[in-house]
């Protein structure tokens, strides 16, 4: 049975930063691109990175670029997502998802998510 | 970046019914296009890929249909546990793209 569980969410001041993570179980970790996307109260989902299987390239929406840093540590099937420079547009509930490509981002497995509050 | 538009934003419909969305994209996708279903505190869940292809587990009575920039999920017959907010998904680039989302509620 394919597990993905978020940790590391809460109430962050303004221009802090956070750290999130993401286990995975009952599938081969280190074989699939992993991915983190949002969803902000109320709104769609957004995409937001991507990091390679074997962790050498990692791709960033517009609305993060230079603030957020996707990592893997496939030695313990665990996803990263450092956010720094926090402001209250990244308020969201986030989630960590597989693809077999970090090329074709087709999410077959979805973390429950984990929530992310900005605010002084 | 690939831009999908989702219509309508929302619709309402009794069980039983035939459901149609649409998805249109910015430009030619081919058929890298997915759907997803989305409630409430749940996590999305993948019903469609490769624009018509079922995931497995999914309901037959979810089909996926189009290429190119005009997509189409069709939900018969609507059932209770349907109601739900269904998003289209562009994989065709590796800066992957949502529709805004479409609601379907109760009639």
């Known amino acids: 049975q394919v597990r993905l569980v978020e940790s590391g969410g809460g109430v962050v001041p303004p221009g802090r930063s956070l750290r999130l993570s993401c286990v995975g179980s009952?599938?081969?970790?280190?074989?699939?691109?992993m991915h983190w996307v949002r969803q902000a109260p109320g709104k769609g989902l957004e995409w937001v990175a991507v990091i390679s299987d074997d962790g050498k390239d990692d791709y960033y929406s517009d609305s993060v670029k230079g603030r957020f840093l996707i990592s893997r540590d496939n030695s313990k099937n665990t996803l990263y997502l450092q956010m720094s420079s926090l402001s209250a547009e990244d308020s969201a509930h986030y989630y960590c998802?597989?693809?077999?490509?970090?090329?074709?981002?087709?999410?077959?497995?979805w973390g429950q998510g984990i929530l992310v509050t900005v605010s002084s | 970046d690939i831009q999908l538009t989702q219509s309508p934003p929302s619709l309402s419909a009794s069980v039983g019914d035939r459901v149609t969305i649409s998805c249109r994209a910015s430009r030619n996708i081919d058929t890298y296009l997915n759907w997803y279903q989305k409630k409430p505190g749940q996590a999305p869940k993948l019903l469609i890929y490769?624009?018509?292809t079922l995931q497995s587990g999914a309901p037959s009575r979810f089909r996926g249909s189009g290429s190119g920039t005009d997509f189409t999920l069709t939900i018969s017959p609507l059932q209770p546990e349907d109601f739900a907010t269904y998003y289209c998904q562009q994989s065709y680039s590796t800066y992957c793209t949502f529709g805004q989302g479409t609601k379907v509620e109760i009639k």
């Open positions: 009952g599938f081969t970790f280190r074989t699939q691109a």
């Open positions: 998802a597989n693809s077999h490509s970090a090329h074709e981002p087709k999410f077959d497995y």
């Open positions: 490769g624009a018509s």
